[in-house]
């Protein structure tokens, strides 16, 4: 069992930057990928970015690509998720996920193996 928490979240104005992480516990002596997804009610959970073990391979959804950058740092167990040039379309929860293995990437919410809480993050305009 691998147990994920967010922190981070909050208020921001448009334009703004925030940075969310993510530290896991439990199950992580063993390869996992982690990623990032939000929410909105009434709306299917979204990607929003993605990340291999080894930190070298890293994807985006199209929305947030040159805005939002993903990192982790294998030593504390934690993945973050910068936020710049935040837009009111980007108010959601976010959730973090993980999926085990040393060559895995998160690209949809069926391949997720852990789930965090979520985090909101609201962005003003």
């Known amino acids: 069992q691998m147990y994920l928490v967010e922190s981070g979240g909050g208020l921001v104005q448009a334009g703004g930057s925030l940075r969310v992480s993510c530290a896991a516990s439990?199950?992580?002596?063993?390869?996992?990928?982690m990623g990032w997804f939000r929410q909105t009610p009434g709306k299917e959970r979204e990607v929003v970015a993605g990340?291999?073990?080894?930190?070298?391979?890293?994807d985006y959804a199209d929305s947030v690509k040159g805005r939002f950058t993903i990192s982790r740092d294998n030593a504390k167990n934690t993945v973050y998720l910068q936020m710049n040039s935040l837009k009111p379309e980007d108010t959601a929860v976010y959730y973090c996920?993980?999926?085990?293995?040393?060559?895995?990437?998160?690209?949809?919410?069926?391949?997720?193996?852990?789930w965090g809480k979520g985090t909101q993050v609201t962005v003003s305009s």
């Open positions: 996920a993980a999926r085990m293995g040393i060559v895995t990437m998160i690209s949809t919410a069926y391949e997720v193996d852990y």
């Open positions: 439990g199950r992580t002596s063993s390869p996992y990928a």
């Open positions: 990340i291999n073990w080894y930190g070298g391979r890293t």
